[in-house]
């Protein structure tokens, strides 16, 4: 059995553009569909956020237009409830890295508020990178990335390929005129390979310990790529 660290936003919205604040926070099927992929295959779990603070969904992640109907939200949210990682979590910052064996980072537009600068995250980020133990991080949660600035102000991702939620993406979203920046842009500015995916679909890419996922849809085959490389 392996330790697999979630680390998750801890907060429940995101600064738009114009200083409005989008209510927000985790996605709740890129938790949800790793989660039971990880406990299926016997492991344990310890979620993570800034402060320790319990995470936040995103309520428009449990609409059944997200979660193909009633019945699939119905689950989603049934399954969700029943975690109780997400309702006791412990602060990212006491964090050792040495106490885990995978770390993975859902995402949700919350990281693009509070982990993309993140300096504790991004730590982690470096060190579980040079560790190579397998990180897996889905949609949003790539904008942590960013905050994996090395001393000499480069990104440790730098020349990574990585799947991340596209601008293409965001504009289908609704998002892309509101948001102070867009993921794929900031990533390709920090030196990361961003490779892009159809819409929605999923596309997942593994580079060496690096395991990354577009959007909601690819969550599911990230945690199989990275039970995988748990072995």
Not at 20 to 43: D, I, N, Q, R
Not at 106 to 114: R, S
Not at 198 to 205: D, G, L, N
Request: glycine share 10%; aromatic share 6%.
């Amino acid at each position: 059995m392996s330790k697999i660290l979630f680390v998750m936003t801890g907060v429940d919205h995101w600064t738009l553009a114009d200083g409005t604040k989008h209510p927000t926070g985790f996605w709740a099927e890129e938790a949800v569909a790793p989660y039971e992929a990880f406990k299926a295959a016997g492991h344990e779990i310890v979620v993570a956020t800034p402060g320790g603070v319990v995470p936040t969904v995103d309520r428009g992640s449990l609409a059944p237009e997200v979660n193909g109907g009633q019945e699939g939200a119905d689950r989603i949210a049934a399954v969700l409830a029943s975690i109780t990682e997400i309702k006791n979590p412990v602060r990212l910052e006491d964090v050792r890295l040495d106490d885990y064996d995978a770390v993975f980072y859902p995402g949700g537009h919350g990281p693009m508020e509070d982990l993309a600068v993140n300096a504790v995250s991004g730590r982690l980020l470096i060190d579980t990178l040079g560790s190579g133990k397998p990180l897996g991080v889905v949609c949003h949660a790539p904008a942590a990335l960013l905050a994996a600035e090395r001393a000499d102000g480069s990104n440790a991702f730098a020349g990574y390929r990585v799947a991340a939620f596209t601008n293409a993406e965001e504009t289908q979203a609704g998002f892309a005129d509101k948001a102070k920046w867009l993921l794929q842009t900031r990533l390709e500015e920090a030196g990361v390979d961003v490779q892009v995916g159809e819409p929605w679909a999923p596309h997942v890419v593994v580079d060496r310990n690096l395991v990354t996922g577009q959007n909601p849809a690819s969550s599911a085959p990230l945690a199989a790529e990275l039970l995988k490389k748990l072995g």
